[in-house]
């Protein structure tokens, strides 16, 4: 059986504290991650990125992703927002959205998975927990096929 090429994906990355998408950035490439990342800080900027509004029009410079890693609790627009909208679009909704929140409440779990998320993903407080996730996602992203 012969083992399909990597796909080489464009990830979206959508997190509002700085911190954070540091600390995401740099363990998905300390896992091997060497994808395209486009990181956007608040929903309403994921929104307009994701159906090409204002300053993201053009697809050469933006390019659609074919992975979002979302966070819930954002300025602007909030995840379930953003999930709503890519859920509405029958060309977004194929894209694969993990939530990637520090919240692990079970009606949020449960709304998310309503709106479309794929996965949930609880963001550890203890930074080697946290950094530890990151590089799985890393693996995960190694192993995992993305729709076209």
């Given at each position: 059986?012969?083992?399909?090429?990597?796909?080489?994906?464009?990830?979206?990355?959508?997190?509002?504290?700085?911190?954070?998408?540091?600390?995401i950035?740099?363990?998905?490439?300390?896992?091997?991650?060497?994808?395209?990342?486009?990181?956007?800080s608040?929903?309403?900027?994921a929104?307009?990125?994701?159906?090409r509004r204002?300053?993201?029009?053009?697809?050469?410079?933006?390019?659609?992703?074919?992975?979002?890693?979302?966070?819930?609790?954002?300025?602007?627009?909030?995840?379930?927002?953003?999930?709503?909208?890519?859920?509405?679009?029958?060309e977004?909704?194929?894209?694969p959205?993990?939530?990637?929140?520090?919240?692990?409440?079970?009606?949020?779990?449960?709304?998310?998975?309503?709106?479309?998320?794929n996965?949930?993903?609880?963001?550890?407080?203890?930074?080697?927990?946290f950094?530890?996730?990151?590089?799985a996602?890393?693996?995960?992203?190694?192993?995992?096929?993305?729709?076209e």
């Amino acid at each position: 059986m012969e083992i399909p090429a990597k796909q080489s994906v464009t990830i979206m990355l959508v997190e509002d504290d700085d911190g954070h998408r540091l600390l995401i950035r740099e363990n998905l490439r300390a896992g091997g991650v060497v994808n395209n990342l486009v990181e956007i800080s608040d929903g309403q900027q994921a929104i307009d990125y994701l159906t090409r509004r204002g300053q993201y029009h053009d697809r050469t410079r933006f390019p659609k992703p074919g992975l979002i890693l979302l966070d819930i609790k954002m300025p602007k627009a909030d995840g379930f927002a953003v999930l709503e909208r890519i859920n509405a679009d029958p060309e977004l909704r194929l894209i694969p959205v993990l939530m990637l929140t520090s919240t692990d409440d079970q009606l949020e779990v449960n709304r998310c998975y309503t709106l479309g998320a794929n996965s949930y993903v609880v963001k550890p407080v203890r930074y080697e927990e946290f950094q530890e996730r990151i590089r799985a996602l890393g693996l995960f992203l190694d192993i995992v096929r993305f729709p076209e």
